[in-house]
C-alpha cells in the first residue's frame, strides 16, 4: 500500500502565493508521475502540473508561468509553488501519484485533497 500525504494550501489574497507540498510513503517500487490536480465546484477535475520521471514537466494551460511544480526522488515528494494566484485558481486540489510495482503493474493514488481559496 502506499499513503499519500498533503500538505499547504489555505486562504490567501488575490495575486498572492501558497506552496503545496505532498508525499508519498509506503511500498514504492518506481515512480513515474507526481502531480497536482485541481477541482472546483461543479467543474471536471483537472491537470495543474505533474512531472514524470524523466524529467518532463506538464502544466495546465491556466497556470503556466504562475505555477511551478518540483519533486524530489528520494524523499517521494512533489511540490507546487503557486503565485500570482486568481480568484478562478479556487478549488481542492490532489496530488497524484503513478508508480510501477514489482509486478509492472501501474497504479494511481491520490491525496485527501487540499483546499485553496483565492478570495479578497
Known amino acids: 500500500q502506499v499513503q499519500i500525504v498533503e500538505s499547504g494550501g489555505g486562504l490567501v489574497q488575490p495575486g498572492g502565493s501558497l506552496r503545496l507540498s505532498c508525499t508519498a510513503s509506503?511500498?514504492?517500487?518506481?515512480?513515474?508521475?507526481m502531480g497536482w490536480y485541481r477541482q472546483a465546484p461543479g467543474k471536471e477535475r483537472e491537470l495543474v502540473a505533474r512531472r514524470l520521471s524523466d524529467g518532463s514537466e506538464h502544466y495546465g494551460d491556466s497556470v503556466k508561468g504562475r505555477f511551478t511544480i518540483s519533486r524530489d526522488n528520494v524523499k517521494y515528494t512533489v511540490n507546487l509553488q503557486m503565485d500570482s494566484l486568481k480568484s478562478e485558481d479556487t478549488a481542492v486540489y490532489y496530488c497524484n501519484v503513478g508508480l510501477w510495482d514489482s509486478n509492472s503493474s501501474y497504479y494511481d493514488y491520490w491525496g485527501q485533497g487540499t483546499q485553496v481559496t483565492v478570495s479578497s
Open positions: 509506503g511500498s514504492i517500487f518506481s515512480i513515474y508521475a
